[in-house]
Nanobody, 123 residues
């Protein structure tokens, strides 16, 4: 059983910063891609940032220059440093993983999601 657990959400004023963290647990040998998506009520879940095990990063245009994704492959963690936060960044943020190789070297086909953590940017 693969699980993703997020932490670090909360309430912050516009212009402030937050750091989200996610750790993957279970019988995992490696994870190809880890990242963050977000969703507001009534809208589709959207990509925020992803990072593959080799180091390449992808960012949504709306967060480029403000958010930074990082990961520790050995610890199976992915972080999202969010700076210069805006009210439009308010959403539930979900950790995501794809391409899990289990400890028995079986390739998992499923994608995995965390339970979500609320980020609210408001004065």
């Amino acid at each position: 059983q693969i699980q993703l657990v997020e932490s670090g959400g909360g309430l912050v004023q516009p212009g402030g910063s937050l750091r989200l963290s996610c750790v993957a647990s279970g019988s995992i040998f490696s994870i190809y891609l880890m990242g963050w998506y977000r969703q507001v009520p009534g809208k589709q879940r959207e990509l925020v940032a992803t990072m593959v095990s080799g180091g390449d990063r992808t960012y949504a245009d709306s967060v480029k220059g403000r958010f930074t994704i990082s990961r520790d492959n050995a610890k199976k963690t992915v972080d999202l440093q969010m700076n210069s936060l805006k009210p439009d960044d308010t959403a539930v943020y979900y950790c995501y993983s794809k391409g899990v190789l289990t400890s028995t070297m079986a390739a998992e086909e499923a994608d995995y999601w965390g339970q979500g953590t609320q980020v609210t940017v408001s004065s």
